[in-house]
């Protein structure tokens, strides 16, 4: 079978991260782009040359431009500045907007059968744009943040109950940050709901605390922000379409009708295939979490009316 070609657009913590990870499972060969002259050039050269310790025989280079990038199977977006100390996700909407418009714009040409997923923030907007620009079917074009928000949410569950983050399987829907709706009917630990398993005031606490988990993180860094477990995500994404897994994960995806939410990109589970969005999961909500998905998806519209204004 032919390596797949992906690129990471953005040589920055998340993406040079996310290019290592890709290299070492062997997911295809890997062109990291960057803005930035010989940086990316430096760091995929740093990676390759990992190879021979950890045994991978995938190719990395680092580009400049997007000539080199050209027919990408996969293109990875996390291009734009990260979130400072204080600063929401929608205070980078306007900054972030006119970077991945840039990017994406130059994808379509060189990349038009390519497989978009954006990680730039605020996650939901810049996915939309991302689908605006790009005119990619609806499939083509995923954001990652339910499958980080879900890690999350697995790993505080886990450290709660002290047992293996492998017995737990978190369900999380809705906008990426303050809305996000984490499901503690649908969260099973062994599969049993973890409704049973962690009395209601401390789960609202674990709740809260994975709304806030990216916040967390850039308060306790103080310059940047999280990477490590984002790039993580971005490759159980990719993994799942190069082995055409038919994973069923938490993405945002363009709904059209579904949950009742219609031309917003929202967090809803769906089935990851070869061709990228093969399925939107529809499962019941009760009136409580309907809801608040319902609540999210409004705070996703209002930023992408910010958003046609912008372009």
């Known amino acids: 079978m032919a390596k797949r070609k992906i690129t990471v657009v953005g040589a920055g913590n998340v993406g040079a991260t996310t290019a290592q990870r890709l290299v070492e499972k062997e997911m295809g060969d890997v062109v990291l782009v960057d803005i930035v002259q010989d940086m990316p050039q430096g760091k995929a050269l740093d990676i390759l040359e990992s190879a021979p310790v950890y045994g991978y025989d ?94 999350r949410f697995s790993t505080f569950i886990a450290m709660e109950l002290d047992v293996s983050v492998e017995n737990i399987h978190a369900f999380v829907l809705g906008g990426h940050g303050d809305t996000m709706v984490p499901s503690t009917r649908y969260t099973t630990v062994a599969g049993v709901s973890v409704e049973e398993l962690i009395p209601r005031a401390r789960l609202d606490a674990i709740v809260k605390r994975t709304r806030d988990g990216g916040a967390e993180i850039v308060n306790l860094l103080k310059t940047g922000s999280a990477f490590y477990a984002p790039s993580a995500a971005v490759v159980e994404m990719v993994e799942a379409i190069v082995k055409d897994k038919k994973k069923i994960v938490p993405c945002a995806v363009l709904c059209d009708g579904e949950y ?52």
């Open 58 to 151: 995938s190719k990395i280079t680092g580009a400049n431009g997007y000539e080199e990038t050209r027919n990408s199977d996969i293109v990875i977006v996390t291009s734009g500045v990260a979130r400072k100390p204080g600063m929401s996700r929608d205070d980078l909407l306007k900054i972030n907007a006119g970077i991945v418009k840039g990017v994406v714009e130059n994808v379509a040409k060189t990349s038009p059968n390519a497989i978009l997923i954006i990680v730039s923030n605020p996650l939901d907007a810049m996915t939309y744009i991302a689908h605006k620009i790009s005119r990619f079917p609806k499939h083509r074009v995923i954001g990652m943040a339910g499958v980080l928000d879900a890690a």
């Open 260 to 311: 009742g939410i219609n031309g917003l990109f929202v967090g809803v589970p769906v089935k990851l295939g070869e061709k990228g969005v093969e399925q939107v999961f529809e499962i019941k909500l009760n009136s409580e979490e309907s809801a608040a998905l319902r609540r999210s998806a409004e705070a996703v519209k209002i930023l992408c009316e910010h958003v046609d204004k912008l372009l």
